[in-house]
């Protein structure tokens, strides 16, 4: 791997912070997780007004398997009991896609929450 460099890529969009050892149970299952990733994310409350703060997602080999971005992830682990440099940016590509994945997943998740809100209030 020849000339390869990790500095210089980052944005605001992509600091996504992870963490591999002592993470959180799955909220789902109450399994072990692989991984807890925290990134920025942005969302319009229910009076339009830009809200940001920064989500927390875990990757949980039990409930995030069958889910493409998840699962290359979880192959990685499997093999790889440990990230070496070899992997890392690997490692860190496969983050980001699976970072986006949930970032969508969650964002939908907000809408349906406010419409439901809406909807319980009479106003939909
Ligand atoms: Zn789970």
Do not use: Y
Not at 89 to 100: C, H, I, K, N, P
């Amino acid at each position: 791997m020849a000339g390869s460099g990790v500095s210089g890529e980052t944005s605001d969009r992509d600091q996504i912070l992870c963490k591999v050892e002592d993470t959180p149970l799955c909220p789902q299952c109450a399994g072990s997780t692989l991984l807890l990733a925290q990134f920025p994310h942005s969302w319009r409350n229910g009076r339009s007004e830009d809200v940001s703060g920064v989500k927390e997602a875990v990757l949980c080999p039990g409930c995030h398997h069958g889910e493409p971005a998840a699962d290359e992830l979880i192959a990685l682990f499997a093999v790889d009991d440990r990230l070496g440099p070899e992997n890392v940016e690997v490692f860190g590509g496969l983050v980001a896609a699976w970072v986006e994945s949930v970032r969508h997943r969650a964002v939908d998740d907000e809408v349906l929450t406010a419409e439901f809100e809406l909807w319980k209030q009479g106003e939909l």
